[in-house]
């Protein structure tokens, strides 16, 4: 078969797929595979299994990555590598991040299955923790992996259980030998559902990222006095609930108020004693600011810190804010984005160039490797949700665009 007319075979994508999906399966029809816990490893192996039957060299890094590497011609040249993540939202999707997963170990298969043989090696990659919803921050195996994270920060950075990502890592049993340190990539290529709602609304099949807004994570803690609700007067209380609500919508209405391109939000509040009748005493919420423009995100955090430093003062409650974690926006290598974009025409799919607002792997990939990412579309723009979708034929599509990205990069010499 002439090359340019391989296609993946798709039926075995969506096995993989719904194979995958049964592991943390919910019951809206979703997955919940945090980080680190059983059914993370159950699909690790699960993966590894698939890996070791088309005879791949298993590694695992000291943070849990996990490659599999198929041998090139031209042995001692670095990789094309791809991949994305195993572990989810609680109550996630079943395409966010196991698809560029599977989609890779697809695109290896269908190589297999026509016995083509390739210049550079092809290394399919797990990231430990993408997510960064059971141990923040996010993406944090490729981040250590691209020496962008410290190793040991992150194996302290502990659940709402107190158990550090160090003793998950352990525990589970998949705390590699090998050091998380990179090694010379020749092309980075993560495939992944679109997360929003361009490509639906645009009416193209394949995005084309040219790269990722930038992530900054903050984590605030409020104190105030916790007492009977009943027979404490309204005035003179130090709520803390009460103090993070007017914060919080602060955080909401930020975007607006300092103009730009720009989404904040915060997803995640903790509440103590979270009683009914006790005023509460202290409460830890969230922060996530994103946008193209890294500055107007570090301001827009700025103006916020002094909003509610002025609610703190006014409640008389004490405030504590963690900086926790800021990743640039990042451009993608130009190259194989136009590469995205013409191998999509040459199979015949639509296709746009857009930006990601989610973060992915890629974003600290991107900083030590060329870098690009291909996107197909969720339903209704919808994911991290158990509703999350993308129509088969969609995930067959990216698969192809995949796989010829994959040949060009690995036939070069
Ligand atoms: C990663 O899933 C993100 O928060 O965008
Ligand atoms: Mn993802
Ligand atoms: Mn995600």
């Known amino acids: 078969m002439e090359r340019k007319n391989l296609r993946v075979n798709g039926k075995r994508l969506r096995a993989a797929l719904e194979e995958m999906a049964k592991i943390g399966a919910t019951s809206g029809g979703g997955v919940q595979r945090l980080a680190l816990s059983d059914e993370d490893k159950q699909a690790r192996d699960l993966f590894i299994k698939w890996l070791n039957e088309i005879g791949l060299e298993v590694m695992i890094d ?4 996990i490659f599999g590497k198929r041998a090139g011609n031209g042995k001692d040249l670095p990789p094309v590598m791809s991949g994305s993540h195993i572990d989810s939202q609680p109550k996630g999707g079943r395409f966010d991040g196991i698809l560029g997963v599977m989609g890779a170990l697809e695109v290896v298969r269908t190589l297999n299955d026509h016995g083509i043989e390739t210049e550079r090696p092809i290394t399919i990659v797990n990231w430990t923790n993408e997510e960064g919803t059971r141990f923040s921050p996010a993406m944090a195996g490729s981040g250590v992996w691209a020496a962008k994270l410290d190793r040991d920060w992150v194996y302290g950075r502990a659940d709402i259980h107190g158990k550090t990502f160090g003793q998950e890592l352990e525990r589970i049993g998949y705390k590699g030998k090998l050091r998380a340190r990179q090694w010379p990539v020749h092309a980075y290529y993560e495939y992944h559902i679109e997360q929003g709602p361009v490509l639906e609304k645009e009416g193209k099949l394949i995005g084309a990222p040219k790269g990722i807004v930038c992530l900054h994570w903050y984590d605030i803690y409020v104190e105030g006095t916790a007492n009977q609700v009943g027979p404490t007067p309204m005035e003179g209380r130090n709520d803390a609930l009460c103090a993070a609500a007017e914060m919080i919508l602060k955080v909401n209405e930020l975007p607006a108020k300092v103009g730009g391109n720009m989404v904040a939000t915060v997803g995640e509040i903790h509440n103590f004693p979270n009683s009914r009748n006790i005023i509460p005493d202290r409460v830890h919420f969230t922060v996530d600011i994103r946008s193209w423009d890294d500055e107007l995100a570090t301001r827009a955090w700025e103006d916020l810190k002094l909003d509610f430093g002025t609610i703190a003062e006014r409640r008389k409650c004490p405030l504590r804010i963690e900086e926790t974690w800021r990743v640039g926006h990042t451009p993608f290598e130009e190259r194989l984005v136009k590469r995205v974009l013409e191998i999509a025409g040459q199979l015949g799919y639509s296709s746009h160039y857009m930006v990601s607002g989610a973060g992915h792997d890629a ?20 994911s991290h949700v158990e509703v999350e979708n993308t129509k088969w034929e969609d995930c067959d599509a990216g698969a192809n665009v995949l796989l010829h990205c994959i040949l060009q990069s690995a036939s070069e010499p």
Do not use: L
């Open 363 to 382: 974003s600290y990939m991107s900083q030590v490797a060329p870098t690009a990412m291909v996107f197909v579309p969720s339903i209704d723009g919808r």
């Open 62 to 65: 000291e943070m849990g990555n």
